[in-house]
């Protein structure tokens, strides 16, 4: 992107799950996930409107390998929405580390939005569980709020900020995922993702192209 973007009233800043298990004292660290942080920060100063997600589990949630007889973390299992990715528990309600990263400035965000409560049913996106019809509410919450682009930042770039981009160009909106503010397991899964939010038509941009 060689244009500079500028920021107005129907923007909003989407923060995904800049918590402290996905941090690398974390339970499902994201390697340098804590390096999001001030990037973040100083992009949300930018920013009337924000908005932040925050994966929320209770503790023997189904997509925990520990609550599957035999299975280790980072295989696979058959759900009835589909084939599922078995975690190391993380993000447990009311823990630490399900605690946003203690640097991350939320005092201007408006909206939390939880995800992943339900014990049988996974959420990546922010705006639908991974059954893909279950809402969170946010599409409402940003229709009422007249907000046109969503521009998307966070943990992890192939997980819950890919899927809520792709979501977001599900729901009619114009999606911007601000690269250098987002974390990555790394690997082929993030080429693959960079893949789908092209040919869905979100833009994949740096801070540095936000005026
Ligand atoms: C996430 C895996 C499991 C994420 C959440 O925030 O990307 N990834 N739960
Ligand atoms: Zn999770």
């Known amino acids: 992107m060689s244009d500079t973007i500028e920021i ?26 804590d390096k999001v942080v001030p990037p973040i ?19 023997c949630h189904s997509s925990f390998a520990s609550s599957h007889e035999g299975k280790q973390p980072f295989k696979t299992t058959e759900m009835p929405y589909g084939t599922q990715v078995l975690w190391p528990d993380h993000c447990i309600n009311g823990t630490t580390g399900a605690d946003f990263h203690s640097d991350l400035e939320t005092t201007a ?24 019809t279950t809402p969170t509410g946010l599409s409402g919450y940003l229709s009422a709020r007249c907000i046109k682009r969503i521009f998307v930042v966070g943990l992890v770039y192939e997980f819950c900020v890919g899927f809520s ?21 790394g690997g082929d899964g993030e080429q693959a993702m960079t893949d789908e939010l092209t040919k869905a038509g979100a833009k994949i941009i740096q801070a540095a192209d936000i005026k």
């Not at 920060?41 to 503790?59: G, T, V």
Request: glycine share 8%; hydrophobic share 35%.
């Open 165 to 185: 981009a792709l979501d977001g160009r599900k729901e009619g909106l114009d999606v911007f995922v601000v690269q250098d503010c987002t974390g990555t397991f």
């Open 41 to 59: 920060n100083e992009l949300s100063k930018k920013f009337s409107q924000s908005a932040i997600s925050q994966d929320w589990h209770p503790q």
């Open 8 to 33: 107005g009233q129907n923007d909003l800043l989407l923060i995904i799950d800049v918590q402290n298990d996905f941090c690398p004292t974390g339970t499902l660290p994201v390697p340098e996930g």
């Open 109 to 132: 965000v408006q909206m939390i939005v939880r995800k992943g409560f339900r014990p049988e049913i996974d959420s990546y996106s922010a705006f639908y569980e991974n059954d893909k």
